[in-house]
């Protein structure tokens, strides 16, 4: 099928994915450019679709640039570095990647909890090291049975919980409005904070959550306390954060994504209670093939009838 549009992608795609566009439209990709605002600039009059990775930034003033903009297609559920106020003003339909990723960014969350309550990274470099034929590695800290509090219960926040339950955890959950979910709900963060042995953050990033999880939320979760974060790096503030990792006011944590990514400051990697790895929640083949076609999906039917299956304005 071929659709006599233009689309601009600005992000690398699975190969699959890059195929199917480019068999279907006219394609422009800024990201092999090296300057790319002016490579978007020279085709101004032309776009009619952006098809963009969560964390490329959309602003106000690339869209206001865009007189024939229809649609933003956002590779990711997460859609805070696209300008979604400008876009209902310039008319412009933005979509997100919801549900197709639910499954694999529970599994990361699942496994970075498990993996900073048994040190598996450092008991990794400790057999590389063969330091096992010297002595033993020290005693970890068991997971099962512990309380496992949510931060955000929306569609992923429900899937891990769901796992979760099979490790015979008390779940508990905040988030602005209590759910129709069988977890004790707690209206206050500090609170949860206080009463869990594990906080998961999986809510929206944004201004609205901007370092939801400050000094005060991590003084709560104490010494014992573990912080995972899968959402994104904004909702915590890390600065306290990397204070309260160097002077044990928490004891671990496991996070997939960072403020300013994808610079990770060198006080955090010198730690040695933290599992850090590359905002990796969603990134499978199989899952990114799922997201990288609902993007494709949008387009098409944006482009062709005017409508969308996963719309956020
Ligand atoms: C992606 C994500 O890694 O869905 C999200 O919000 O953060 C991840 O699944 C990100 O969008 C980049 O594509």
Redo the contacts with the bound molecule.
Sequence with gaps: MKIEKNVLIMSLFPNKITKLFDETFNTFKSYEQENAEKFIESLSDKIEAIAV???TAVSSELIKKLPKLKIIA?????YDAVDVKQATLSNVKVTN?PDV?NDE?ADTAIALSLCVYKNIALANQFLLEKKWLKSEYPLSKKFSGTKFGILGMGRIGKTIAKRIESFNCEICYHSRNQKDVKYKYFSKLEDLAEYVDTLCVITPGGEETKHLVNANVLQKLGKNGFLINIARGTVIDQKALIYALQNNIIRGAGLD?FENEPNVPDDLINLNNVILTP?I???TVETRYD?GKLVYDNIVQMLTTNTTLSPVN
């Design positions: 990775m969560g964390g956002n590779y990711g559920v997460g990647t990723l960014v994504v905002h929640g969603s990134a997201m």
